[in-house]
Nanobody
Framework: VRLVESGGGLVQAGGSLRLSCAAS????????MGWYRQAPGKQRELVAV????????NYADSVKGRFTISRDNDRNTMYLQMNSLKPEDTAVYYC???????????WGKGTLVTVSS
């Protein structure tokens, strides 16, 4: 499975961005998917996860009410709508796909989000 993120960039505080993660390859093996982020000098942290059907989601407390995760299984694409962005949201955002039934877990290369104050 190959994951490619897009949609990152520079935005002012209070602005919005929409990240996309396009999956290709053996996408039938993918179960849950998620977004993670890593700020400079910090560990990678979970931002949001979504189940295979999209029926259940979970968010880090720091983004609840501001970010929305979704997926379009017909297009093999996951999204992260980010609103009311804060400077502390600045990080490289990574897409993750879980294929635990097959013993695999996949990561994209990341997309940089920079929020200026």
């Amino acid at each position: 499975v190959r994951l490619v993120e897009s949609g990152g960039g520079l935005v002012q505080a209070g602005g919005s961005l929409r990240l996309s993660c396009a999956a290709s390859g053996s996408t039938f093996s993918i179960n849950a998917m998620g977004w993670y982020r890593q700020a400079p000098g910090k560990q990678r942290e979970l931002v949001a996860v979504i189940t295979s059907s999209g029926g259940s989601t979970n968010y880090a407390d720091s983004v609840k009410g501001r970010f929305t995760i979704s997926r379009d299984n017909d297009r093999n694409t996951m999204y992260l709508q980010m609103n009311s962005l804060k400077p502390e949201d600045t990080a490289v955002y990574y897409c993750n796909a879980d294929a635990a039934f097959y013993g695999m877990n996949y990561w994209g290369k990341g997309t940089l989000v920079t929020v200026s104050s």
